[in-house]
């Protein structure tokens, strides 16, 4: 069992694609997609699948059988427990993280 | 257009690491087609879904062969930022890194640049001629009967659509200054249609034009128009008269009932004049009805064709031939040995741009090393490799394509022309060709990021960084020594490859150029003219006009000779003549060419008497029938006999049935030498014939005058049209201008593969010299440990060169095959060469030649070394 804390930080990738999956099962395109239109980031099928292939090796995703009506025999991803774990604690990073920023007078844009 | 990138984005997925690929490669090709899918018919939107597919190619792939390699390293590299922060730094590192080597930067650009240059060119012209459509409607279905059996259009109605028939015909219109000369046809009722000849003013024929002793009509060519109405638009409706020397029917009146539209392809400037075709419908092209098959269309349209004309042999089986395919049957062996030669030369472009990259990768372990060291992520360095040889790849491909861009433009026309076959639907159409260009494009760009890549892999293979041990350097072999030996062997068979059938065409060029004609040439102009056979019925009748005519221009000032008949150098149809048979009969039958000319032809063209003697004003129809014989054909017909008092006898066309025996015996009364009848004439076979018993419609009067007389045209075209002013001049000319145009083919041959086994020859030592200098740099080391217990220089350099040598030799024995198989490619193109031993000595000696010179500048440089410094250095 990989010490989950030397997988921190994420990668940006390694995040949106984890991110993605927190609300429920997604196909890769899905993924894709929905990164795309939360943030922005244009990502290809290699950095999604390279992002999800490493998931799955850290047991932080895994896959579903997907029963969806698609003609095309897609493979679904879900989050795990233990990624939701590693999530948290990525997320938890980047808020103390700004916190640090914060308080030496960087805002990112707001209001100051 | 998206299933090229579909296919170029598939091909690129095979580059991932195999147990990547096995489990993804299949959702990532349906992704990226639901990618593209979804941009629909949007430019802008597909260019985008194209740029991040392809982006995300360059990013993920080597940080999957980086976690297959080394997962250690990947767990690391899953930690650090690395999806696009430091792509921009590690482009600028890219940059500088080539900035730092300018000549190395510059010489695989230029070498990969003018390999696909040279293939995107060759590849875009077989594309044009051989893959798109002729420029007719449904020209799948468009097919040649071969040979043309005599079949009716009415009898293979099931078969075609629509079947076409036409005779070429030439014919001179009279009503202006001076009558001229056009190429016409006659043509039957579906040619129109078939062949898509459309009107830009006026209109069609009508079928009742086409039925017999319908009314005399035409439709010009634009160009006739413009040259000859001054482009009238009042032109339709017109009436022209003209004739046809071979038409029983005298002077016609033909009505303009139209202007040919210059879209009009299968015109294309060859046809001026077209009138309808109202008898003899032997179909010559046909468009097979849907669903009706070649092969048993051919069958029983042979079963219903009628007696067959002498020419077409018996026993030869009809076949419906593409049309396509017939229009560019003459071509493919020229386009396949172009296409075969630029692949080679991308080949060897390639491969010494792959040398290149392991040789510097090589040299940079060093570097890497050091880097490594430092606490540099073997991913970055990997990524700046992989962008280095992109960069590489990029710029080479923009300079190819530029250069083809440029190429194809400039020299299209003189492409055409060398080729001597238009291009299907015109010389603008032949342009950069988008799957000849992507196909190029894809081979470079792979050849820069996999030999970009391959120091990443010898990277990864160690461990940890061993800057002591790397530091040191090492002996060259291993992998990448292999791989260098390989590419340099290859470098040097390709180069034979292509040297061998270089030397070939270089040779036939010089003989092309230096052939003995049998005349000469110089300082003669011709011009031929047509006379209408109604009014010159019979042999004496021409023969007269053509001798008044000739009496004519003798008396222009500064004019030395005359003489009627054909030009030298013309590819007549051969005929087959016999001898008479004496005791020991064989039944030997020659093919040769006719000469019928008058008493001064000879002179004229300079070409002596060698026995007996010339024609005289009595050889007349009425006299005896008299030949002169070649000396060679003569050696043919009576070996160690004097041809001179026997008698031949002319029977037909090669292959021809019928019976030759109701044709008259002629004497030979002198021999002459051979004449070349032509570029791939080697037999020099010919009879000569007196104008005076053998006048046709057609001749030459070829004028010899003093050097510097200007062309006497004015006072030719004077002569003949005070005698009969309906006789056209035409082909007019200096006869050297016609002989450089019938070797221009083969000198374009020559100059073409020249000029890509120079560059091959170039490329190959640059290869040997690269990976061989470098092998010198690299055991600098072990050179001075060498020397250092006892070795001489000269043993060093021994030791180089030899390498360098079995390097070559390797090479040249897998050349060899090479070269024969395109050697044999090219021979039937060339004259008075043949692929055998001495060739391949000479290619040979000069490859060993220049391999040794290559070897032995950086074993001598090695040689010279103080050992001493070296080690200390160390």
Known sequence: MPDPAAHQPLTPAVFHVLLALADGPLHGYAVMQRVEKESGIEMGPGTVYGSLNRLGELGWIEEVDDDSEDRRRRRSFRITREGRAGLEREVGRMVRLTGLARSRGFAGGEAR | ?874
């Open chain 2, 1 to 874: 257009m998206n299933g090229v990138w579909l296919f170029l984005y598939r091909s690129a997925l095979r580059l991932y690491p195999r147990r990547f690929r096995e489990a993804y490669a299949d959702l990532m090709r349906d992704d990226a087609r639901d990618l593209l899918d979804e941009a629909g018919g949007d430019r802008r939107t597909r260019a985008r879904s194209v740029r991040r597919l392809f982006l995300d190619l360059f990013r993920s792939l080597p940080r999957e062969w980086l976690r297959a390699l080394s997962p250690g390293a990947a767990r690391r590299a899953d930690t650090r930022p690395a999806v696009a922060s430091g792509l921009r730094s590690d482009a600028a590192a890219a940059a500088r890194s080539l900035s730092r080597h300018p000549r190395f930067a510059l010489g695989v650009v230029a070498l990969l640049g003018v390999g696909i240059a040279a293939c995107t060119i060759v590849a875009s012209v077989v594309s044009a001629y051989t893959l798109r459509p002729l420029p007719y409607p449904e020209p799948d279905r468009l097919v040649a009967v071969s040979p043309a059996v005599p079949v009716e259009t009415g009898d293979v109605e099931d078969l075609f659509e629509l079947a076409a028939s036409w005779d070429l015909d030439v014919f001179t219109l009279l009503d202006a200054d001076a009558p001229e000369l056009v190429y016409g046809r006659w043509i039957s009722p579906d040619y129109a249609e078939l062949f898509g000849v459309r009107v830009e003013s006026g209109r069609l024929f009508t079928g009742e034009e086409y039925a017999p002793g319908g009314p005399a009509v035409a439709l010009i060519s634009r160009g006739l128009w413009l040259r000859r109405y001054g482009g009238d638009p009042e032109v339709i409706g017109q009436r022209l008269s003209a004739f046809t020397s071979d038409r029983p029917d005298d002077a016609e009146t033909f009505t303009i009932v139209g202007v040919v539209s210059e879209e009009s392809w299968a015109l294309r400037g060859y046809a001026d004049f077209l009138t309808p075709l109202r008898a003899d419908r032997t179909v010559y092209v046909g468009r097979l009805r849907e669903g009706v098959p070649p092969g048993p269309a051919a069958r029983a349209l042979e079963d219903r064709a009628g007696p067959r004309p002498a020419w077409i042999p018996e026993d030869a089986e009809v076949e419906l031939v593409s049309l396509q395919e017939q229009y560019t049957a003459s071509l493919r062996p020229v386009l396949g040995v172009g296409l075969a030669t630029v692949a080679l030369v991308l080949l060897i472009a390639c491969g010494n741009t792959a040398a290149l990259l392991l040789v510097r990768a090589a040299g940079r372990e060093r570097e890497f090393t050091v880097r490594r060291a430092l606490g540099a992520a073997r991913g970055r360095i990997g990524r700046q490799l992989l962008l280095e040889g992109g960069f590489l790849s990029g710029v080479a491909a923009l300079l190819g394509l530029g250069l083809a861009v440029l190429g194809l433009g400039a020299f299209r026309g003189a492409l055409e022309a060398q080729l001597g076959i238009a291009v299907p639907g015109g010389v603008e159409s032949l342009t950069v060709d988008g799957r000849a260009l992507a196909v190029t494009l894809v081979i470079a760009a792979a050849t820069g990021i996999v030999f970009g890549l391959v120091p990443l892999a010898g990277l990864l293979r160690t461990s940890e960084p061993g800057l002591r041990e790397e530091a040191r350097g090492s002996t060259i072999g291993g992998r990448s020594g292999r791989i260098q030996s390989a590419i340099v062997a290859g470098g040097v068979a390709l180069s034979l490859t292509l040297m061998v059938p270089a030397a070939l065409a270089v040779g036939s060029a010089r003989n092309v150029a230096n052939l003995e004609l049998g005349f000469e040439p110089t300082d003669i102009y011709r011009s031929g003219m047509l006379l209408r056979r109604a009014s010159y019925p019979e042999v004496e009748d021409r023969a007269a006009f053509f001798e008044r005519v000739a009496e004519r221009v003798r008396a222009v000032p500064g004019v030395t000779s005359v003489g009627m008949g054909p030009v030298p150098m013309d590819d007549g149809a051969p005929r087959v003549v016999e001898p008479e048979p004496g005791p020991d009969a064989r039944g030997l039958r020659v093919e040769t060419r006719v000469y019928v000319h008058d008493a001064g032809w000879l002179e004229t063209i300079s070409t002596p008497l060698l026995a007996g003697r010339g024609f005289l004003p009595g050889d007349t129809p009425a006299a005896e029938g008299v030949a002169l014989v070649s000396r060679e054909l003569g050696a043919r017909l009576w070996p160690g006999d004097d041809p001179v008092g026997k008698r031949l006898r002319v029977t037909d066309m090669p292959g021809a049935g019928g019976d030759p025996s109701d044709r008259p015996w002629l004497r030979v009364v002198g021999v002459v030498p051979g004449i070349r009848g032509g570029v791939s004439d080697s037999t020099r076979f010919a009879i000569h014939r007196p104008l005076g018993q053998a006048a046709g419609v057609w001749t030459n009067v070829l004028v010899r005058g003093q050097p510097g007389l200007g062309s006497p045209l004015e006072e030719i075209r004077e002569a003949v049209g005070e005698l009969d002013p309906t006789v056209a001049t035409a082909e007019t000319g200096w006869l050297t201008t016609a002989i450089d145009d019938a070797r221009r083919p083969a000198r374009f041959l020559a100059t073409l593969l020249a000029g890509f086994a120079l560059v091959a020859l170039a490329l190959a030592v640059l290869g040997l010299y690269a990976v061989l200098s470098f092998a010198a740099a690299r055991r600098t080391r072990e050179v001075a440990i060498r020397m250092a217990i006892g070795a001489r220089g000269g043993q060093v350099a021994r030791a180089f060169l030899y390498r360098g040598l079995a390097l070559v030799a390797a090479g040249l024995l897998v050349g060899v095959v090479g070269a024969v198989l395109l050697g044999r490619g090219v021979e039937t193109q060339l004259h008075g060469v043949e692929l055998g031993v001495p060739v391949f000595a000479l290619c040979a000696a000069a490859l060993v030649l220049v391999g040794a010179a290559a070897a032995w500048i950086p074993a001598r440089r090695a040689s010279r070394h103080d050992p001493m410094r070296i080690l200390r250095a160390e």
